[in-house]
C-alpha cells in the first residue's frame, strides 16, 4: 500500500499545484504503470484513493480525470477559527426532525438509507426464529459491555482491516449516537474545550450544547476535507480536551481524508494529548477496492475512540451500534447503565448469526454495488437539471450529495419552501451555525429511482431556479 500511497501523494501534488487542470485525463493504467515501474494493480490503488479523496473521478471505459472541484468549489469560503461557548441548535433539530417525519414525505433529507436498499431477508429470517425461542437471546449475555461473541466478532472485523481490537475493547450500544455520546461523556467534563468540524453531524453540536463544552470550529479545507494547519493552530492556541471528527464519508458534504492526513493527526494528538471521538458510521459504504482507514488505525496511543454502527448498512430498525473504547471501556459501561442500560438482546443474538454465518459481508458487497449505482443517477440527472452557479460534490462512498446553491441562497428557505410540498431536503443550518455558510444542501441518493422521486428532484430544481431568478431581480433592482 506505501507504493501506492506515494504515487497518489505525487499526482495529488501535481494536481494542486495545476499542473493536471480541471477534466484533465490521468496517464492511463497501463501508461502510468510503464512510466513509474509500478505493477498495475499498485496505480489502480493510488487512482482509487485519489478518486475516493475527490481529487478525480472515473469514466466508464474512458480512464480517470481530475475534478473540477478544487479550485472552483472551494469547499467552505471562510478559513477562520471561532470559538463557541454557548452551543444551541437542540431545538432547531427537533423542529427539522418533527418536520420531515410524515411517511408519506419523500425523504430526501434523510440520513438513514432507504428500507429496500437495505433491508436483508436473511437478517429478518434469522430474528423470526430466534423471538419464537427467548431463551436463544438471553437478556444478561447482552447487559453491558454486551455479548461476548458480537464483541468478538466486531474485534475480528477490525483485525481484518489491520486495527488491533479485542473482545474487552469493545463495548456495544443502542447506535451510534449512544456510542458517540458515551465516549464524549467518558473523556470530557462541562467547560471542556472541544473541536468540532465546521459543518459535522447535528448529534455532534447537540452533544456539545448538552455536556456545556466551550466549541471551537474548524474550517473545512478545500482540497483535503481537513485543515491540518487550522488545527494545528487550534491545539497550540486552546486547552483542547478532545475532538469529534469525521474523517470517512463525511457527513453532510462526504470527502475522505487521506491516510497522510491522518497520520500526522494522530501524531498531533498523542503529541497534545488530546482524545479523538471518531464518528465512521458510514465506514463501509466505500466503493473503491481499499476501505478508507479509520483513525483508530493511526493511533499512537490510547487516544481514539472509534464508534460505529450497523444503521447505515441495515436501516434504522437494526439500530445496535458500538465503540472501540479500549481503558475506557469500564467508565462507558458505568454511564450506560445510567443511560440506555444495554443494546436489545434479540437483535445482539441475531447479528451474531448474520455476521458469523458471512451473510453480512454478502449483503455489505450488495449494497456498495447498488449504492454506487444509485449515487451516480442521482449526481447525473442534477448535474444536467439544476440551474447554473450550483456545485454537486460527489464523491465515491455513501449516499449523500452535497449541493452548494449560489452565494446569495439561502438553503433554508429552500428547506421550508420544499417541505409543503411533502419533500425533505437537509438544509447547512443543520450542520453549521455559521450564519453566513448558508448555501449547503444534502440529498440522500438511496431511494430507488422512479418517477415519483424525478417529479420530487424536479421540483426541488424549480424551487432553486425560481430562488434563483428573484435573487437575480431583487439584485438587478
Ligand atoms: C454522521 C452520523 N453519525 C451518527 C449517526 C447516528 O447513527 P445511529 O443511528 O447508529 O445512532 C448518524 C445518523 O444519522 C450520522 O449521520
Known sequence: MYKAEQLAHNIRILIENHSFTAHQKLPSLRDQAADTGLSLMTVMNAYQSLEAQGLVYAKEKSGYFVTPLHDDLALSCTTRVALHEDVSINSLVFEYLKSIQSSHMIALGSAFPADELVCNKKLIQIMAQLAREPSSYSQNESLPPGKLALRQLIAQRYHMHGVHAHADDIVITSGCLDALNLALQAVAQPGDYIILQQHIFYGAWQAAERLGLKVITLPEHPIHGFDLDSF??????????????????????????????KKKIATLIHQHQVYLI????????????????????????????????????????????????????????????????????LLQQALVEFIAKHHYEKHLRQLRKN??????????????????GCDIYYYHSGYFLWIKLPAHIDSMSIYENLIQQGISVAPSRLFCIFSEQRQGLRINCSFAWNEQLQQALDSMIQVIQTHLESATFTVDL
Open 371 to 388: 449504492l454506487e449505482k444509485q449515487k451516480k443517477l442521482f449526481f447525473k440527472y442534477l448535474e444536467q437539471n439544476l440551474p447554473k
Open 278 to 345: 471518531e464518528d465512521d458510521v458510514y465506514e463501509e459504504l466505500y466503493f473503491s477496492q481499499h476501505r478508507p482507514l479509520p483513525m483508530k488505525y493511526f493511533d499512537l496511543g490510547n487516544w481514539v475512540l472509534h464508534c460505529s454502527s450497523f444503521s447505515k448498512t441495515l436501516g434504522a430498525s437494526f439500530r445496535l451500534g458500538w465503540v472501540h473504547a479500549g481503558a475506557f471501556s469500564a467508565k462507558i459501561q458505568h454511564l450506560q447503565l445510567m443511560s440506555t442500560i444495554s443494546a436489545n438482546s
Open 232 to 261: 494545528i493552530q487550534i491545539l497550540q492556541q486552546y486547552p483542547i480536551k478532545v475532538c469529534w471528527l469525521m474523517l470517512n464519508s463525511h457527513n453532510p458534504i462526504g470527502f475522505n481524508v487521506s491516510n497522510e492526513i
